[in-house]
């Protein structure tokens, strides 16, 4: 994975490094497989009493517009929160809530149960709230 850091980004490689060795002490439980097909037992099988919140970073515009709203029904019938933040457009359903950019810089959209909350820079470098500022 750092070699897949672009040359020069070094707070991306310490982030990455840092991640890396909290994983390493507490390791996640990781999946191989389609999320789709994954996300109901995940969910499922989290703990009754836990808050079971599903993120996912610059990974629906890998999907067809016909999965993503799959996926999204999917989801939203599942006891959980949904953190997405993908790329502007990828889901369309949060298009009308965005306010106008002031800047053409790539530009990420966080969003909780379909709710837009701000932009973020590709590599989570910024985080611009929507009414703050
Ligand atoms: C651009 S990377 C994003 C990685 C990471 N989430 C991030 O924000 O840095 C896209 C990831 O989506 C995964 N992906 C794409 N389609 C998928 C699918 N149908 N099921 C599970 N993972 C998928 C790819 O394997 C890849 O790891």
Redesign the pocket.
Known sequence: MAALVWPGQDDRVSRLRAACAIAAADPPIILA????EKVADLVEAAPRDSTVVVF????LT??SPA?RAEFRTTVRALPCHWIS?EGTGVLPWLTEQLPERDSDAARMVVALDEVALAYAGPHGQSLDWFGVG
Do not use: C, N, R, T
Not at 33 to 36: A, C, N, P, R, T
Not at 56 to 59: F, G, L, R
């Open positions: 497989g389609d999320l789709i996912h970073s610059a990974v890998y999907l999965e933040q």
